[in-house]
């Protein structure tokens, strides 16, 4: 049995407020549990309505009912498993050649699937402005299939961080020039902005490139979605 | 006032077997709605809790109560305006140099995602195997943004239709030939899977050239999500 605290502890973790305050993040679903208790960030609490369906011999797992697990659950229709993990402090060095940044991302499934793609073309760094939306969001975790164990995410200021660098920033803007005639070099920071807005002024002022990816046809659609445009444009960089 | 058996028709509109029983669909939001009825889509009708928010004056608007709209909605909180809709029929002609060709695409977002990428990429015609998520499902609407009214998709037996052109079918896969290494035709047939299972072995067979996105740096992500894959594939045939 679950007690009622700890009940309201975890439910409380979907707010971005309490999982600072905690220090702690919530993931359901077997495959993405076990894929976060076998990363490098350590498990406060497994709970499972079947912990014999769990790989894991070695992590401890309560036993819960489906009632206790939809009271600690975001999902509508609960799938067994939640786990309970510590939120890892960022790596302050960035390790990777090319450092993603994200300007005002909102959709927590938009990130969810950038830091997904991130994986895929081995960007292990992201630096966030403080108005993304957090990842440690259970849409955006949803989104990210375990992805998120590999990659290294800051929150922080972006003007200071970029107006310190010596890499070339990439900016993605409507009126860029076309990323099939720009040679993209072997290390450098791309910038993607908010959904609707895109990249905000100030951040903008810093970029020392402008790219876009070319619409064709008549130009009907407003914009590329920003994962989509993601896709694209880290697609480039590792061709 | 909305009649009730009127609220009811609505409401059934978000099963799949109602919107093709009655042949009508639901939009909302007032943007979309507005995209919808500046195409050559016909609206049954127009809810809106402020109709003269609405730029078009031309249009039958009928006003409702916040209660009598979100007894239609699908949204948790509805946005103010609802279209209903004829679901246009598909163009039996294919008109667009490049086809996509979805084969068991489950995710409404992803649907979304990748009709808009058409959209924006000038591929006007997509055939998806009957088993793909129906296009005027409200989750896919949303993802949209719009782009549903400017592109002709179909459902239909993916066998009968790839067994029937002679223009070249590419299907994506794991193990592919790179797509950096392949150079593109002017016009062919692009196959994306689904999320799970990939390309289906029959249609797999029907394919002939097999692609495949590389990934950088060590294996550890299953797979790409394959609507940044489409996004990735779309780019490339138009470069």
């Known amino acids: 049995m679950v007690v009622k605290s700890e009940l309201k502890l975890i439910k409380s973790l979907q707010q971005k407020k309490c999982r600072n305050e905690h220090g702690l ?28 369906g769990l790989k ?3 992590i401890q797992v309560e036993k819960v009912t489906a009632r206790e697990l939809s009271q600690m ?12 993990f510590y939120i890892p402090k960022p790596i302050e060095r960035i390790t990777s050649d090319w450092v993603l940044v994200l300007d005002g991302v909102q959709d927590p499934g938009n990130l969810g699937t950038i830091i997904r793609l991130c994986d895929w073309f081995g960007i292990s760094d992201i630096v966030c402005s403080t108005d993304t939306v957090d990842c440690y969001n259970s849409k955006v975790l949803q989104a990210t299939m375990g992805s998120i164990t590999r990659i290294n995410i800051k929150y922080m200021n972006l003007e200071s961080f970029l107006s310190e660098t010596k890499l070339p920033i990439y900016g993605t803007f409507m009126d860029g020039i076309s990323v099939n ?59």
């Open 25 to 52: 993040f919530v993931v359901e679903g077997k495959k993405t549990v076990e894929e976060v208790v076998n990363s490098n960030i350590n498990a406060y609490k497994i709970f499972a309505v079947d912990p014999s």
């Open 56 to 58: 894991e011999e070695d």
């Open 73 to 84: 659950s975001s999902l509508k229709n609960p799938n067994g498993y939640l786990g309970v």
């Open 181 to 239: 005639e720009s040679r993209l070099p072997e290390k450098g920071i791309m910038v993607m902005g908010n959904e609707g807005k895109g990249v905000s002024d100030a951040v903008a002022q810093l970029c020392t490139d402008r790219l876009a990816i070319p619409q064709f046809g008549g130009v009907t659609t407003e914009s590329l979605n920003v994962a989509s445009a993601t896709a694209i444009l880290l697609h480039e960089i590792r061709k």
